[in-house]
């Protein structure tokens, strides 16, 4: 799946010189920010200058699965403390680039998402972000309780839309793509996500 979302990130976005590509989903706890993670590692893997960067403020489930804990990162760098460069952390076996969260108590509470992922201060550190990478992955709120993906909408290429097999329904994601005109334009694609592959034969042709 991963790797069909590539190619078609390839084929679609075809002749830009670098790809900022928006990860988002219906509702929270749909694993979007896993396959945000996932599908950056593999653009790494595979030989792109790929960042990944946390842009859930209010919920940044992929810096909490970070150790050590990111003690600085986006906020700080859009805040103007730091330069963005100095906050990113490399792994070291795909070379995949993280701009994460520092998570502190209450910080969400301080910082309004909306505001922070549509600053002047986040463009440019994209615009330099695109300078220096293939691939920008940025992992956003989900699109039904807040507005933060629908603001960043202007700065990406493309979106993957995340949506959880057996939990979230279809007709919430076709409501929500259908009421975001500019998001659905810009889709890339769905990524169906803890998909039963045992369940899912049932729906494909002659069980394949």
């Avoid at 760098?77 to 906050?87: D, K, L, M, R, Y």
């Avoid at 949506?163 to 329904?169: F, H, N």
């Avoid at 076709?174 to 990524?191: C, N, P, Q, S, Y």
């Amino acid at each position: 799946t991963l790797r069909n979302a590539k190619l078609t990130c390839e084929t679609m976005l075809t002749g830009r010189q670098s790809r900022v590509i928006g990860v988002t989903s219906a509702l929270p706890g749909e694993g979007k920010s896993t396959v945000a993670t996932n599908f950056a590692a593999l653009l790494a893997i595979s030989g792109k200058r790929t960042l990944l960067i946390d842009a859930d403020v209010r919920r940044p489930g992929l810096s909490a699965r970070m150790s050590p804990a990111p003690q600085a990162g986006l906020i700080e760098a859009v805040s103007g403390e730091i330069p963005w460069t100095q906050a990113v952390k490399t792994d070291r076996r795909s070379q995949l680039a993280i701009l994460p969260i520092a998570i502190r108590p209450g910080e969400a509470r301080r910082h309004d998402g909306n505001e922070l992922i549509t600053s002047p201060a986040m463009q440019r550190l994209l615009e330099e972000a695109r300078q220096a990478f293939d691939y920008v992955v940025v992992d956003l709120a989900p699109v039904g309780p807040v507005v933060d993906a629908k603001a960043f909408e202007p700065l990406v290429d493309g979106f993957l839309f995340v949506v959880e097999w057996g939990r979230t329904p279809s007709n919430l994601v076709r409501d929500l793509l259908a009421a975001e005109h500019r998001i659905e334009a810009k889709t890339l694609g769905v990524i169906l996500n803890k998909t039963d592959m045992a369940a899912l034969a049932r729906y494909s042709d002659a069980g394949a």
